[in-house]
């Protein structure tokens, strides 16, 4: 039962964007850890309604999550009466968009429940739920899951020389799957020589790599259509899998958080190298 | 057992973009020579067990579909659901281990132009359709997969009635709360197959819709998922039965 913000219960369920309850709210976080062995879901729950806490006190209520991946056909519930849960997914079974619902569910019969915040337009004031009824729904929360995502910004950039430009041009190219950042061929060979070293490692990151993604993130921002290419499309979902509103948020910020903040490599390779 | 190895994403797009002019190797010939040119694949954990790999088979008059499924874990093994969304995978089985069986069972038609666009339909994966519903093998293993989830039927049985009409396939297919929901997935199944060796009325296509639409309405109230298995099977005897 996806979260539809027009749809009405005959009963009263506490939604974000409703009126059932005036003053109390519900809400419920997912988040996503992903390492070698597996992904681990952390997912807590909050409500202001003492009675709906009532209910999941006394057994006749749960927090349910549930998780729905439609490219693998995986779905799986959580459910608790604890105000947080954790859970091991096998990582072979995620890949694309991964859903989180989040709801209170009568998990029994539940008699002449009624609430003071429940709004008085309702007319009756005492409501029974049957199993399986909702109680309290939040919005749909979603990440995306590809091996990709979680590889560093880098690995959609691909150094490749161009004869055309001198020693220290260069260019960017993203009309193709992967960002071409163009250097001439003398510079390539030198990067290429050098990458091996940390603290060149470090410099290249903050010189023409992060002027390249933030070129590729602007270039993002005014055109949707690049996500058709595969750095367009893992970029974009980074960018969402970090909760940044792309339109909103500086292609330099973004290129920032993308990046993992490469200053701070900057300083632990040079920067306090020099003052040592 | 053989590794196989995927196609890599170029090597995919170069068959896909040379479609037209490969239409007599699609049609009568082989690609087995690609596999002399190591730098088109990428290596995988995946492997044909050739035996296994050799019930794969049909004919023009039997499509043989269910023992086709049957086999196909065992034919090529090591693949994830995360792996069998991936087009390099199933490209490259249609078009090297599996020509035969793709030709057969999807015939190419005569005309070059509609080949062309057969063939990039059943021999390749794009998007989710397909996968799960038109790539020659992919489809097998993912019909193999929503089956496996059902209790209280063997693999085969399942099979059987989820393979018996299309329409009632793709109706489970297309609802997410069914297919991917395995306790309510296992009792609209088992009703299937009630149905598939009584008098099949189940499979009827008006009757069919009817059934599932008054599951989305059953499931629009409550939460399926919430559900014990006994409590699924008394909704799903109700919408049956209404």
Known sequence: MKFDRSKTFPYPVLRPYSDDYVDAEFQALAEFVIDEVGIKVACSYQTSSIELQQQIALGFAKYVSIISCRETYFRTVLSTDQAALESILDANSLRGEVTVDAYIVATKDIKNYGSPDINPEFGKKRFNFLPGEILAQDETLSIYIERDLFRPISSVFELVKSDSLSLGEWRVSLEQDHVHIEVSSVMKESIDNNRSSQSVRSVLLNSIYFSAVVHAIQRLKDDSDLQEFKWGKIMERQIHNQHIELATTDAYVIAQKLMKHPLAILNNYILKADYA | ?242
């Open chain 2, 1 to 242: 057992m053989l590794d196989i190895n995927l196609f890599k994403e170029v090597t995919v797009r170069t068959l896909y973009e040379a479609v037209p002019n490969n239409l007599d190797v699609y049609r009568n010939g082989s690609f087995e020579h690609l596999l002399a040119d190591s730098s088109l694949f990428l290596a995988s954990a995946c492997k044909l067990n050739e035996e296994a790999a050799l019930q794969i088979d049909c004919t023009a008059e039997d499509d043989n579909e269910v023992a086709c499924c049957l086999a196909v874990t065992s034919a090529v093994e090591g693949v994830t659901a995360y792996l069998a969304r991936d087009e390099r995978l199933w490209a490259r089985l249609t078009h090297i281990e599996f020509l035969n069986y793709a030709r057969t069972r999807w015939p190419i038609p005569k005309d070059d132009e509609k080949a062309i666009s057969h063939i990039r339909k059943h021999m390749f994966a794009r998007g989710s359709r397909g996968v799960e519903r038109d790539n020659a093998i992919s489809r097998l293993w993912w019909m193999t997969n929503i089956c496996s989830k059902v209790s209280g039927l063997s693999l085969e049985q399942s099979l059987e009635a989820f393979l018996h009409q299309s329409d009632v396939r793709a109706s489970i297919i297309e609802r997410p709360t069914t297919s991917q929901n395995s306790v309510v997935l296992s009792a609209v199944v088992n009703k299937l197959h009630e149905s598939y060796v009584d008098d099949q009325a189940l499979f009827e296509r008006e009757k069919f819709r009817g059934v599932m639409k008054r599951l989305n309405i059953e499931g629009g109230i409550r939460l399926l998922e919430a559900l014990d298995s006994h409590e699924i099977k008394k909704v799903v005897d109700k919408v049956c039965t209404s």
